[in-house]
């Protein structure tokens, strides 16, 4: 606050007020001080002795009802423990219900129950008595000793009828839990007397504490009451005048120099206190005008220095210059930055440019802009600056420039970034309407020929159709290979491409590859040439499906671009450290017209064709390279190219596989797996397909457990429910079925209380990835592919049911057990006929009953196949053909025949559906007359 004026301040002479006291008051003070003392100590023995008596009555009163309570707490409690005693006899009696040998024991068992009951709710009634705040509680608690007692009769009436796994059940099931209950309730009331005990405790507390508080209350109230009288008398004369005087103090303390009149006229101490105050505050009022004037000064040169730090922390050169119309220039202010970094950072021939724009300035006024590179000689290379100066005009006519020097190098290279992604944005927006003519352009053509042929059917004669027939066949394929290129990519671009793990055969690769391009190869007249060097392994762990794709699209692209000459397939194996894995060089060598270096740069990129000419003269969307490029970064591997105009081109990528053994190796060297030992295990059987279930019996007798079969869903649901919870260990279920399939069965089992942990195991031949998620979604304990693996039946069988088999034997791991049990879609074809699996069957079903099992087989599948061709035009039935034939063929040693089966279970229309089923047809001609010769050579 602004200290007032020391002149202009009033004279502090006003006379103080003389206090006039009323008649008692004049009494009292001219009383003498002996008699003032003797009275009021006289008053404070009448009231301590008042106070005294009065606090020893409320102590005895508080005392007597405590005591009281206490009683009554401590016999509920001894009740309590009466009740328990009761409880324990009651549950002594129940459980010798079930080894009573006489009906005359039971009877006395109903009379200790009858005899105990009464006692109990005695008891409990004698305690809501004595305790109505328990009353609730007790009521609650005779209620559930009325239903205790209700199912101890229930107990002994189900012992008298000799039904003990009624009475177990009872007992374990009803009893004991309702007991278990019981005894909580009553330790529950006996918490609440214990509580109720406490809380008397904390009320005997606070009644003591409340009777020393009166105590307290009196003993203060009658020293306030003499303290009061001893006070009156010196209130108006002492504490007033230096009550007034400390607001006076507490005024100036707060630079309020503007006091109240004070007493100075009193010639006693008060007097004396005023005039000392008087001075004080003169006093105060000078050194305030000093001090004022030192934090003024004070201000200014922190202000000063506040400035200095705030442009030096800056990172910006700043900087104040004054100058003059005739050029004459003064450097007022910089920063040290401006220093370190701008002072010798222009060139000479920068320097002059800058200047014009300052001059240029002084006349306009307008502020100042430029961008400019330097070279400091204290940062690391080419900097970018952007210097930015406000103008203000002196009363003299010259300009003073405040302004700084900003760094903008990051923002710079910001903007050249985005301008080379606005190009990259464009050239791929240039290609993609490039690739978007050229697939309408290469869909239409094939297009066109499919419906020209077809007119040209509609009037041809029979060998002219035949040759137009194959025509459109090749237009069909071309078509169906572009949308193919398509639709891989778009999936490899949105990562929804996931490798499959599979153990396959190198050289099946090889073929596989070889056989799908002989036709093409023998068009141009073109010789393929495959070799494998020696170190590579002939058994991989991988996709074979994914490889093969690949290494035919290079190619078929080295096809394309070949007139005549051979084609060189060729895989070597590069260095590694891993001895589990392979790095594996897969190329591919052609004879064609060779590339420039600046094509090859971009050949991997999607969409990019070296001539637009090229989609014209070989078809293709430019997306086989690409698709390449993804597959081999998915199998962690690159991609390259070697080539010279004129001299042919070399195409290769790499990929990492895991090194595998032969699937067969293991299995025939070692000894059959172990059967744990499942007698007197229940098991219920549901497949839709009588053979499967056969076949699945034949496994599981040789273990000694009961097996109970159903050929549907809903049937095996009406089973299980006829038996009591419990009665099986486990249900083995096909997922696939009419009506409801294994998914909905394991759901509305998991929703049922009584068998919501019943082990369910899923068989099935699709073994894809969201398959098995969802048998893990609906709560299935495992998955047994078809066809079934022993050892991975036993295995999976011990592992839920919990029992300890012996070990399998050495060598059969994972990897062994792969292939054969989870095989996918799409990886390399399998053969026509596995024998192995006909030395299955006969491991495990009676000879005399395997003839007449493979002949229903037979003739089952040739009424499937007949089926199927009937179907050709119902997408529905030929998947659902599929989906049976896939289940069991596999069984028989069919291996091939499953896969396809399992690729048109999963078809998703009906072209590519009816596409596998000239394959199919002769997969299953082939198998069948295969799986005869097996059988009589193995009668003979």
Excluded at 746 to 769: D, K, N, Q, S
Aim: charged fraction near 20%; proline fraction near 5%.
């Amino acid at each position: 606050m602004k200290a007032p004026d020391p002149t202009t301040l009033p004279e502090r002479t006003a006379r103080m007020p003389w206090p006039s006291g009323q008649r008692l008051g004049r009494w009292l003070a001219n009383l003498p001080l002996a008699t003032k003392t003797a009275a009021l100590v006289g008053l404070t023995g009448t009231l301590s002795a008042v106070i005294a008596i009065s606090a020893m009555l409320l102590w005895q009163k508080v005392d007597a009802r405590y005591y009281t309570r206490l009683n009554q707490e401590t016999q509920n409690t001894l009740q309590l423990a009466t009740i328990a005693v009761y409880l324990s006899d009651a549950t002594r009696e129940i459980l010798s219900a079930p080894a009573a040998q006489e009906l005359f024991d039971l009877s006395q068992i109903r009379q200790q129950l009858l005899q105990i009951q009464m006692d109990l709710r005695h008891e409990l009634s004698s305690i809501a008595r004595r305790s109505p705040e328990l009353t609730l509680e007790i009521e609650f608690l005779d209620q559930r000793s009325q239903r205790l007692f209700l199912l101890g009769h229930a107990v002994v009436d189900a012992a008298s009828a000799d039904d003990h796994d009624l009475t177990q059940g009872l007992i374990e099931y009803n009893f004991t839990p309702a007991m278990r209950i019981l005894r909580q309730d009553i330790e529950r009331l006996q918490y609440l007397t214990q509580k109720l005990y406490t809380d008397l405790g904390k009320a005997q507390r606070v009644a003591r504490q409340e009777a020393i508080v009166l105590i307290i209350l009196a003993v203060v109230s009658a020293i306030c009451l003499v303290s009061a009288l001893s006070a009156a008398s010196a209130v108006r004369w002492i504490s007033q005048p230096i009550a007034q005087m400390t607001r006076s103090m507490q005024r100036l303390l707060r630079r309020d120099y503007h006091l109240p009149p004070l007493p100075q006229q009193r010639q006693d101490e008060v007097g004396t206190m005023a005039m000392t105050l008087q001075g004080f505050r003169d006093s105060m009022l000078h050194n305030e005008m000093l001090s004022a004037q030192v934090l003024q000064a004070q201000a200014s040169q922190l202000l000063s220095e506040q400035l200095l730090e705030l442009t030096g922390a800056v990172p910006v050169a700043i900087f104040q210059l004054h100058l003059t119309r005739e050029g004459h220039s003064d450097l007022r202010f910089v920063t040290p930055r401006w220093e370190a970094v701008v002072r010798h950072a222009l060139t000479p021939h920068q320097e002059p440019a800058l200047w014009e724009q300052f001059m240029r300035s002084v006349h306009t006024l307008e502020s100042v802009t430029h961008d400019l590179l330097v070279t400091p000689p204290r940062l690391p290379g080419a900097t970018w600056f952007k210097i930015l100066a406000s103008t203000r005009r002196l009363p003299d006519g010259s300009v003073l420039f405040n302004g700084g020097w900003l760094d903008i190098t990051q923002e710079k290279h910001q903007s050249l970034a985005l301008a080379q992604a606005k190009q990259a944005a464009e050239t791929a927006a240039l290609e993609q309407s490039r690739f978007l003519a050229t697939i309408s352009h290469e869909i239409r053509t094939p297009l066109n020929a499919m419906l020209g042929m077809t007119q040209l059917l509609q009037r041809a004669s029979l060998p002219q159709a035949q040759q137009q027939l194959d025509n459109l066949d090749r237009a069909g394929r071309l078509l169906r290979s572009l949308a193919n290129d398509v639709l891989d990519f778009s999936k490899l671009d949105a990562h929804r491409v996931t490798l499959e793990h599979t153990v396959f055969a190198l050289d099946q690769v090889i073929d596989d590859v070889r056989r799908m391009c002989q036709e093409d190869l023998h068009a141009k007249g073109l010789q393929l040439d495959c070799k494998v060097a020696p170190q590579v392994p002939p058994w991989l762990c991988g996709d074979p499906y994914r490889l093969t794709q690949a290494l035919l699209n290079l190619v078929h692209n080295a096809i394309k671009f070949t007139a005549r000459g051979r084609i060189r397939i060729r895989v070597t194996a590069l260095p590694t450290t891993s001895t589990a894995k392979v790095l594996l060089r897969w190329s591919v060598s052609d004879t064609g017209p060779g590339l420039t270096r600046a094509d090859a740069a971009h050949l991997f990129r999607p969409f990019f064709q070296v001539d637009a000419s090229i989609s014209r003269r070989f078809g293709g969307t430019g997306l086989g390279l690409a698709i390449v490029h993804r597959l081999a970064q998915l199998m962690h591997g690159k991609t390259g190219l070697h080539s010279r105009p004129g001299q042919g081109s070399c195409f290769w990528f790499t990929t990492v596989l895991a090194v595998a053994t032969a699937p067969g190796t293991a299995a025939a060297t070692s000894a059959l797996p172990s059967i744990p030992a499942l007698q007197g295990r229940r098991m219920l059987l549901v497949d839709d397909h009588a053979l499967n279930l056969e076949v699945l019996q034949g496994f599981l007798r040789p273990s000694g457990a009961q097996l109970d079969c159903s050929s549907d869903g809903e049937f095996a649901w009406e089973q299980l429910l006829q038996h009591a919870p419990g009665h099986y260990d486990v249900i083995l279920i096909d997922l696939q079925m009419p009506r409801l399939d294994g998914w909905s069965f394991c759901r509305r089992l998991r929703a049922h209380p009584l068998y919501r942990h019943m082990p369910v195991l899923a068989m099935t031949a699709h073994t894809r990835p969201e398959d098995l998620r969802h048998c893990q979604d609906v709560g299935m304990n495992g998955l047994v592919a078809k066809p079934i693996v022993e050892a991975t039946l036993w295995e999976t069988l011990a592992r839920t049911l919990g029992e300890s088999a012996t070990p399998l034997q050495q060598g059969l791991g994972a990897s062994a057990l792969a292939p054969q049990a989870l095989q996918p879609c799409g990886v390399a074809p399998a053969p026509d006929f596995a024998a192995a699996a006909v030395e299955v069957l006969r491991r495990h079903v009676p000879d005399a009953r395997l003839a007449p099992l493979v002949q229903q087989f037979r003739a089952d599948l040739e009424h499937r196949l007949d089926t199927l061709e009937q179907a050709r035009g119902d997408l529905a039935l030929l998947r659902q053909q599929g989906h049976l034939v896939a289940g069991s063929v596999a069984t028989f040693g069919l291996e091939r025949l499953g896969q396809l089966a399992a690729q048109l279970a999963d078809a998703t229309d009906l072209p590519s559906a009816i596409a596998l089923l000239p394959a199919l047809q002769s997969s299953a001609r082939s198998g069948l007359a295969q799986l005869h010769a097996q059988l009589q050579t193995d009668t003979r």
